[in-house]
Nanobody
Framework: QVHLVESGGGLVQTGDSLRLSCAVSGISFSQYTMAWFRQAPGKEREFIAAVSWKSITSYIDFVKDRFTISRDDAKNTVYLQMNNLKSEDTGVYFC??????????????????WGQGTQVTVSS
């Protein structure tokens, strides 16, 4: 059975940092592309960042200078370091796994497995 479990969310203030983690089990983690998506209140889920099996990364433009995605294949975990958080970063953050190891697709439909999400609230 596949499990993706996010953690690290919380309530922070504008300008603060958070590191999200997603622990994965039940798949050959190192062979999957991993990604983070976000769903803000009243909005559709949107792509944030992805990292392929060779740690090739892809970001949505508005987080490029603030967020960093990384993976630790020894721990079957993907991370999202978020710096200089803004109120518009508020939302539920989901991690996702794509069995295509070289893809860093921005489309949610490309991903095979999803976590339950972790809430991030940025207060101004």
């Amino acid at each position: 059975q596949v499990h993706l479990v996010e953690s690290g969310g919380g309530l922070v203030q504008t300008g603060d940092s958070l590191r999200l983690s997603c622990a994965v089990s039940g798949i050959s983690f190192s062979q999957y592309t991993m990604a983070w998506f976000r769903q803000a209140p009243g909005k559709e889920r949107e792509f944030i960042a992805a990292v392929s099996w060779k740690s090739i990364t892809s970001y949505i433009d508005f987080v490029k200078d603030r967020f960093t995605i990384s993976r630790d294949d020894a721990k079957n975990t993907v991370y999202l370091q978020m710096n200089n958080l803004k109120s518009e970063d508020t939302g539920v953050y989901f991690c996702a796994a794509d069995r295509s190891p070289i893809s860093t697709s921005i489309r949610g439909s490309s991903y095979d497995y999803w976590g339950q999400g972790t809430q991030v609230t940025v207060s101004s």
